[in-house]
Nanobody
């Protein structure tokens, strides 16, 4: 399986970005999807996750109310809409596909998000 992220870039504080993660090579709807981020000099952290059918989501407290995770199981793509961005949101953002039942997971290569004036 393969995951390819896109949509990162430089944005001013208060701005918005939408990240995309396109999946291929596996049955996308059978996998839960997660977005992680790794700020400079820090450990990778979970930002948001969504179930295979899109019916349930979870957000880290630091992004709750500002970020929205969604998926399109026809386009095999998961999204992360990021609003009201803050400098502390600066990080490399990664998507991950997980199928716990068979202990299979795939990672994307990451996309840089920089929030700065």
């Amino acid at each position: 399986g393969q995951l390819v992220e896109s949509g990162g870039g430089l944005v001013q504080p208060g701005g918005s970005l939408r990240l995309s993660c396109a999946a291929s090579g596996f049955t996308f709807s059978s996998y839960a999807m997660r977005w992680y981020r790794q700020p400079p000099g820090k450990e990778r952290e979970l930002v948001a996750r969504i179930t295979g059918d899109g019916g349930s989501t979870y957000y880290a407290d630091s992004v709750k109310g500002r970020f929205t995770i969604s998926r399109d199981n026809v386009k095999n793509t998961v999204y992360l809409q990021m609003n009201s961005l803050k400098p502390e949101d600066t990080a490399v953002y990664y998507c991950k596909a997980v199928r716990v039942a068979v202990l299979v997971e795939y990672w994307g290569q990451g996309t840089q998000v920089t929030v700065s004036s």
